[in-house]
């Protein structure tokens, strides 16, 4: 939650346009990188709320139930804009995996074996 926080404050006083509990989380990752020892810290945390992960699509669900009409006014749009994301989704990582594969090592390759071993 404090770095939650920092990220909200940080957020705030620097005027990027992401939002604050993505900066937090990217500070978490900063702060877990740098001082491994804080994750055993945070193991039994983390492994309850993954265990109640469900619950917290609750309010999500609430709000469609809630702007049910909205949502059907302007579902044309919606399910347009879904597919289309989807698809450029899928063509940016077809792309970037096209880019990046011949510059990937064999497997075959005296990089990756270890022991003479492939």
């Known amino acids: ?28 990752l900063a702060v877990l990188w740098w001082r491994p020892a804080w994750r ?4 039994p945390t983390a492994h309850g709320l ?6 917290l699509f609750v309010p999500a669900g609430v709000g469609v139930i809630q702007h049910l009409a909205r949502l059907g006014a302007k579902a044309w749009a919606i399910g347009v804009a879904l597919t289309a994301s989807t698809w450029i989704g899928m063509a940016v990582t077809a792309w970037t995996l096209r880019a990046l594969l011949p510059r990937a090592p064999s497997p075959a390759s005296p990089a990756t074996a270890q022991d003479g071993q492939p």
Do not use: C, D, N, Y
């Open 40 to 43: 055993a810290a945070l193991q």
């Open 50 to 55: 993954l265990a109640h992960l469900s619950l």
């Open 1 to 28: 939650m404090a770095l939650q926080l920092a990220g909200e404050g940080l957020v705030r006083v620097t005027g990027v346009p992401i939002p604050g509990p993505a900066a937090g989380m990217a500070l978490l």
